[in-house]
């Protein structure tokens, strides 16, 4: 999409936000980051009963079919009271998103 401001043309591509992200996956994962237009989603865990990256993966394509899953990867870390997501044990997948 593109329109004019003043004298400036302006270029408005069809995107979406991480707010957006975080509404459509809240309740399956516990963290939402972007950096150049990746997303990754992390979920933590103590056990995973049988949970894997590759679910998680397949659950966000259920619920946002336009994506495409990048990486996906199985953080284990030693259990620290208090640590972040990031920091624990967790799943973890980059995607993008198609817009179409």
Known sequence: MIYMKGTKVI???NKINIKEVKEKLSG???TVSQKNGIFTVR???FYRHGMSQEILAEKIKEIMPNVEIIDTEDHW?????GASVAQGSHFMVKFKVEVQ
């Open 11 to 13: 270029k408005m591509e």
């Open 28 to 30: 399956l994962v516990d």
């Open 43 to 45: 979920k933590g865990y």
């Open 77 to 81: 870390a030693s259990f620290r009271g």
